[in-house]
């Protein structure tokens, strides 16, 4: 009996072979064109179909692509069959979109399907797909898997068949960050982030902006960020804000003693903020500090209603490495350059130079500029020599500006009235000071001392010339009444000599007329 059924089959498919063969032969004349149906594995094909297949042992083979592939299908005809080899199911066109012609519970591959859902991604317009598979205990995949494949901004993530957008289910929703919004989130409970010890990225076009490490620090344009926040680029941070009204844009810098739920009052000498510049070098460590602006605590009792604060400015001289404090606000507006205790409004420590004018005006009093001059801050005080003889050689000039050759030194106009430095610098050179480019100016302060001890020097001559003069009147006068006295001397001398002369000659006269 097995034997006739063996035969029969064997006659059956020599049949089949032959019918093939004989609808081959048929095809080169003009086959479809006589309306008949063709069956292989059948003596008798289903009159509706063209084509009729039929096996016990063997399955019809579709044509079998993946994605990419179908999507690279050059107009395919509307009702077109092909077989996604990345979801495993048969698709067909219908008319301008693919369709998916199977379910996920139909067939298994060593897996039990009802254990996961499809997330059918479409892409935009023409209708090219995607399937992604995700346990259905962990749903928030389907979300990240979307993410992770996909960036066409006019795809559609679709869950079970159903646009994720549309869903309600909780939960779906708790577990997915939509791309229209959340809601009904509890912080700390729903939040974008990880779980793990893991960082969190963010990119765009395809590459990385801005990532959070596990342990909080958040770099922009670096994934090592070696601070709560370091910021990577070229641009460096704009703050801009837009309003109707006059506040400005701000930066802040908070401080506050203790932890972030219990905060502490500051105390005094505490540094609520610093911006730090910080340059590279190519050996030892790469960025070093160089320069600060720091805000301090001044105020021993810090509160609402007492709150002193200065500000300081740190630069780095050449050829050194250690920044140091080169100016000071303090708490009472002092200014001080070169000083950390400023006492005056402007207190400067150190050699001011001055391009232009300086003016000084006052509503009460005039005022004027000090210069320190403590003896408790001096030795080796010996007294100027020779002042009024270096004085004499110094020589006042009138002179003008070239203000068109040096537009950076903002000179005054006019004709101007002084000395020429070089000149000054041979005879004392302690007064000349010569700046970085070879440049001279004159501290015409330090001429007062030489100008007071150059007049002491004068009036000491001039009153030497006056005793002398006293000296010479005296003994005129001295010498004067020694003549007045001879000159009495003599007048007496001639009275005589005349009474004399007379009697002489009266007697003479007597003798003669005897």
């Keep these: 009996m097995n034997q006739k059924r063996i035969a029969i089959k064997k006659i059956k498919m020599n049949k089949k072979i032959v019918f ?34 039929e096996s016990n042992t063997q399955g019809f083979l579709m044509t079998r692509l993946d994605s990419l592939q179908i999507k690279a299908i050059a107009n395919p005809a509307n009702g077109l069959v092909v077989f996604n080899l990345e979801d495993q199911c048969f698709w067909y066109k219908n008319k301008n979109k693919w369709e998916r012609i199977c379910t996920t519970d139909s067939l298994s591959n ?76 509890s912080p700390p409970v729903n939040f974008l982030g990880t779980r793990d010890n893991k960082d969190l990225v963010f990119g765009t076009n ?45 930066v802040t810098f908070k401080k506050a003693r203790g932890a972030s739920g219990t905060p502490s009052t500051l105390l005094q000498n505490d540094m609520i903020g610093q911006v ?19 805000a301090s605590v001044t105020d021993p009792a810090w509160s609402d209603f007492s709150r002193g604060t200065d500000l300081t400015f740190s630069v780095t001289k050449n050829a050194t490495s250690i920044p140091f404090e080169a100016l000071r606000i303090d708490n009472n507006g002092n200014v001080g350059i070169g000083c950390s205790t400023p006492h005056y409004v402007l207190d400067v420590q150190g050699t001011l130079g ?25 030795t080796n005080i010996v007294p100027l020599q020779n002042s009024l003889q270096n004085v004499l050689k110094l020589q006042g000039v009138n002179y003008i500006w070239r203000i068109n050759e040096f537009p950076e030194r903002h000179f005054a106009n006019g004709v101007q009235i002084g000395f020429i430095a070089q000149e000054i610098e041979k005879i004392y050179p302690q007064f000349v000071l010569t700046d970085d480019k070879g440049f001279k100016s004159v501290d015409y302060s330090r001429l007062t001392p030489v100008l007071v001890e150059a007049i002491k020097e004068q009036q000491k001559m001039i009153e030497d010339q006056q005793s002398a003069i006293a000296q010479l009147e005296a003994k005129n006068n001295c010498q004067q009444s020694e003549i007045e006295k001879m000159k009495s001397e003599n007048l007496r001398n001639q009275f005589q000599f005349d009474f004399r002369l007379k009697k002489l000659e009266e007697l003479l006269s007597g003798e003669a007329k005897k």
């Design 20 to 53: 093939c063969m004989a609808m081959m032969l048929l095809s080169l004349s003009n086959f479809f064109a006589q309306n008949k149906s063709v069956s292989i594995g059948s003596l008798t094909p289903d009159n509706s179909a063209l084509l009729d297949l």
């Design 110 to 185: 060593n897996t039990v399907i009802s254990n996961y859902i499809n997330a059918k991604i479409i892409y935009g317009d023409t209708g090219i797909f995607n399937y992604i598979k995700v346990v259905k205990a962990n749903l928030d995949t389907i979300i990240n898997t979307y993410i992770a494949s996909r960036t066409t901004k006019t795809d559609s993530l679709y869950v079970g068949g159903t646009p994720v957008q549309t869903l309600i289910s909780d939960s779906i929703v708790s577990a997915a960050w939509l791309l229209r919004g959340n809601k009904g989130t």
């Design 206 to 250: 395809n590459s990385e902006r801005m990532r959070v490490l596990a342990g909080g620090d958040v770099g922009i344009g670096t994934s090592s960020p070696l601070s709560n926040l370091e910021v990577l680029g070229l641009t460096g941070i704009t703050a801009n804000r837009f309003s109707t009204d006059a506040n400005p844009a701000q």
């Design 276 to 294: 730090v510049f910080m340059g590279y070098t190519f050996s030892g460590t790469p960025y070093l500090p160089t320069a600060y602006i720091s």
């Design 354 to 378: 001055v391009s232009g004018q300086i003016t000084t005006t006052s509503a009460v009093a005039t005022t004027g500029f000090t210069a320190c001059s403590d003896i408790r801050f001096k």
